[in-house]
Protein backbone atom coordinates (compact mmCIF):
# COMPACT_ATOMS: atom_id res chain seq x y z
CA UNK A 1 0.00 0.00 0.00
CA UNK A 2 0.87 3.39 -0.50
CA UNK A 3 -0.49 7.07 -0.02
CA UNK A 4 -0.07 9.83 -1.96
CA UNK A 5 -0.03 13.18 -0.54
CA UNK A 6 0.02 16.36 -2.97
CA UNK A 7 1.01 19.68 -2.38
CA UNK A 8 1.26 23.17 -4.15
CA UNK A 9 -1.71 24.27 -6.16
CA UNK A 10 -2.66 27.10 -6.32
CA UNK A 11 -4.04 30.54 -8.46
CA UNK A 12 -1.62 31.74 -10.99
CA UNK A 13 -1.70 33.84 -14.20
CA UNK A 14 -1.21 33.23 -17.89
CA UNK A 15 2.31 32.78 -18.03
CA UNK A 16 3.56 31.73 -14.82
CA UNK A 17 4.58 28.99 -12.96
CA UNK A 18 3.85 26.64 -10.39
CA UNK A 19 5.51 23.75 -8.53
CA UNK A 20 3.70 20.61 -7.50
CA UNK A 21 5.18 18.27 -4.92
CA UNK A 22 3.74 14.49 -4.26
CA UNK A 23 4.55 13.09 -1.09
CA UNK A 24 4.59 8.85 -0.97
CA UNK A 25 4.44 7.26 2.24
CA UNK A 26 4.03 3.20 2.61
CA UNK A 27 5.71 0.58 0.67
CA UNK A 28 8.82 1.42 -1.00
CA UNK A 29 8.33 4.54 -3.09
CA UNK A 30 11.61 3.77 -5.04
CA UNK A 31 10.55 0.69 -6.62
CA UNK A 32 7.26 2.52 -8.37
CA UNK A 33 7.44 4.52 -11.40
CA UNK A 34 5.15 7.65 -10.78
CA UNK A 35 2.72 9.31 -12.88
CA UNK A 36 0.76 12.87 -12.84
CA UNK A 37 -2.34 12.89 -14.46
CA UNK A 38 -5.33 15.97 -14.68
CA UNK A 39 -8.68 16.58 -14.40
CA UNK A 40 -10.64 19.49 -15.66
CA UNK A 41 -14.14 20.03 -14.84
CA UNK A 42 -16.45 18.10 -17.27
CA UNK A 43 -13.22 15.96 -18.85
CA UNK A 44 -11.70 12.60 -18.62
CA UNK A 45 -8.88 12.62 -16.71
CA UNK A 46 -5.43 12.29 -18.84
CA UNK A 47 -2.06 11.88 -18.53
CA UNK A 48 0.45 14.42 -17.88
CA UNK A 49 4.00 12.84 -17.10
CA UNK A 50 5.47 9.54 -16.21
CA UNK A 51 9.29 8.87 -14.59
CA UNK A 52 10.59 5.68 -14.32
CA UNK A 53 11.90 4.11 -11.00
CA UNK A 54 15.32 5.71 -10.49
CA UNK A 55 14.26 8.60 -12.84
CA UNK A 56 16.42 7.71 -15.80
CA UNK A 57 13.52 7.80 -18.35
CA UNK A 58 10.82 10.56 -18.57
CA UNK A 59 7.13 10.62 -20.76
CA UNK A 60 5.21 13.72 -21.33
CA UNK A 61 1.87 14.64 -22.92
CA UNK A 62 2.56 16.56 -26.05
CA UNK A 63 0.29 19.31 -24.92
CA UNK A 64 3.03 19.60 -21.44
CA UNK A 65 6.21 18.68 -23.46
CA UNK A 66 8.48 21.50 -23.13
CA UNK A 67 6.66 23.49 -20.29
CA UNK A 68 6.45 20.60 -17.46
CA UNK A 69 8.97 18.82 -15.86
CA UNK A 70 8.51 15.76 -13.80
CA UNK A 71 11.82 14.97 -11.38
CA UNK A 72 11.84 12.62 -8.21
CA UNK A 73 13.58 12.58 -5.01
CA UNK A 74 13.86 8.52 -3.78
CA UNK A 75 15.46 9.71 -0.54
CA UNK A 76 12.23 12.25 0.32
CA UNK A 77 9.97 10.20 -0.94
CA UNK A 78 8.58 12.67 -3.34
CA UNK A 79 7.75 13.58 -7.25
CA UNK A 80 7.96 16.69 -8.68
CA UNK A 81 6.10 18.65 -11.34
CA UNK A 82 7.60 22.02 -12.43
CA UNK A 83 5.26 23.87 -14.69
CA UNK A 84 6.12 26.41 -16.76
CA UNK A 85 4.70 29.08 -19.00
CA UNK A 86 0.76 27.97 -17.93
CA UNK A 87 -2.00 28.52 -19.85
CA UNK A 88 -6.04 28.94 -18.76
CA UNK A 89 -6.17 25.68 -20.42
CA UNK A 90 -3.71 23.80 -17.83
CA UNK A 91 -6.22 24.52 -15.19
CA UNK A 92 -7.62 21.44 -13.81
CA UNK A 93 -7.09 19.41 -10.37
CA UNK A 94 -4.09 17.55 -10.55
CA UNK A 95 -3.39 14.29 -9.08
CA UNK A 96 0.08 11.71 -8.73
CA UNK A 97 -0.58 8.25 -9.26
CA UNK A 98 1.79 4.87 -8.39
CA UNK A 99 2.39 2.37 -10.90
CA UNK A 100 3.66 -0.91 -9.83
CA UNK A 101 3.68 -2.47 -13.58
CA UNK A 102 6.11 -1.07 -16.71
CA UNK A 103 3.98 -2.30 -19.62
CA UNK A 104 4.66 0.01 -22.30
CA UNK A 105 1.24 0.50 -23.48
CA UNK A 106 0.15 1.42 -20.00
CA UNK A 107 2.57 4.06 -19.13
CA UNK A 108 -0.18 6.79 -20.12
CA UNK A 109 -3.18 5.64 -19.05
CA UNK A 110 -4.90 5.63 -15.64
CA UNK A 111 -5.34 1.85 -15.28
CA UNK A 112 -1.54 1.57 -15.40
CA UNK A 113 -1.42 2.97 -11.75
CA UNK A 114 -2.23 1.27 -8.37
CA UNK A 115 -2.10 3.91 -6.17
CA UNK A 116 -3.57 7.56 -6.40
CA UNK A 117 -3.09 11.24 -4.54
CA UNK A 118 -6.52 12.83 -3.45
CA UNK A 119 -5.49 15.60 -6.27
CA UNK A 120 -4.21 19.82 -6.03
CA UNK A 121 -6.35 22.22 -7.60
CA UNK A 122 -4.20 24.68 -10.22
CA UNK A 123 -6.13 27.51 -11.68
CA UNK A 124 -4.62 29.58 -14.29
CA UNK A 125 -6.43 32.75 -14.77
CA UNK A 126 -5.66 35.11 -18.02
Known amino acids: QVQLVESGGGLVQAGGSLSLSCAASGRAFSTYAMGWFRQAPGKEREFVAR????????YYADSVKGRFTISRDNAKNTVYLQMNKLTPEDTAVYYCAAASRRVPSMIRIKAGYDYWGQGTQVTVSS
Open 51 to 58: ISVIGQTT
